[in-house]
T-cell receptor
Framework: DAMVIQNPRYQVTQFGKPVTLSCSQT?????MYWYQQKSSQAPKLLFH???????NEADTPDNFQSRRPNTSFCFLDIRSPGLGDAAMYLC???????????????FGPGTRLTVL | AQSVSQHNHHVILSEAASLELGCNYS??????LFWYVQYPGQHLQLLLK??????LVKGIKGFEAEFIKSKFSFNLRKPSVQWSDTAEYFC??????????FGPGTRLSVLP
């Protein structure tokens, strides 16, 4: 089945220690997104890639970076995690980019990040 | 910027009760509307979507939603809930030129 895969499902890191979360997709979608979701809150968009074009949300901290080496993979790098960065990180994909409308997003299972 | 509000933070129902979860959005132009569900420990799944056409949309698992343009609403309904419907429900909106915007979510607890 075509899907969005996130690894690992659970990640523990130490305060200030860089961490990378990964996402892969078999849907061959052009757009990949990273969201942060804290407990009982709506997902908050961090950034997205439309093909190789990177689009950062205005309020995404510089601590968060992303890489998309190819269509299938996208990485979220947190350079110096703080306690406030503990959250569920969701990867999503869509066929069309923001700006065209009429598309749905497909979500991965998420990676729960704990910062000690 | 567009915003999405959901009327209830937490809804508690008994099995077989009817469900209606409210969703309102702020954008006045053409919108695409979605309801996503997140079961405990699972990923967000699409319940149903509205792009155009019949404003009454049928989704999976017996859910439906009605788009009322004049009220900027897209309420989710189910005539008879089951314990397995216990989950978090998110309304989302996107339109041309904008990203998805999610509402804050409504937690539904169904008592057996």
């Amino acid at each position: 089945d075509a899907m969005v895969i996130q690894n690992p499902r659970y990640q523990v890191t130490q305060f200030g220690k860089p961490v990378t979360l990964s996402c892969s997709q078999t849907l061959n979608h052009n757009v990949m997104y990273w969201y942060q979701q804290k407990s009982s809150q709506a997902p908050k968009l961090l950034f997205h890639y439309y093909d190789k074009d990177f689009n950062n949300e205005a309020d995404t901290p510089d601590n968060f970076q992303s890489r998309r080496p190819n269509t299938s993979f996208c990485f979220l790098d947190i350079r110096s995690p703080g306690l406030g960065d503990a959250a569920m990180y969701l990867c999503a994909t869509s066929r069309k980019p923001p700006g065209q409308g009429g598309y749905e997003q497909f979500f991965g299972p998420g990676t729960r990040l704990t910062v000690l | 910027a567009q915003s999405v509000s959901q009327h209830n933070h937490h809804v508690i129902l008994s099995e077989a009760a009817s469900l209606e979860l409210g969703c309102n959005y702020s954008y006045g132009g053409t919108v695409n509307l979605f309801w996503y569900v997140q079961y405990p420990g699972q990923h967000l799944q699409l319940l149903l979507k509205y792009f155009s056409g019949d404003p009454l949309v049928k989704g999976i698992k017996g859910f439906e939603a009605e788009f009322i343009k004049s009220k900027f609403s897209f309420n989710l309904r189910k005539p008879s809930v089951q314990w397995s419907d216990t989950a978090e429900y998110f309304c989302a909106v996107n339109n041309y030129g904008q990203n998805f915007v999610f509402g804050p979510g409504t937690r539904l607890s169904v008592l057996p």
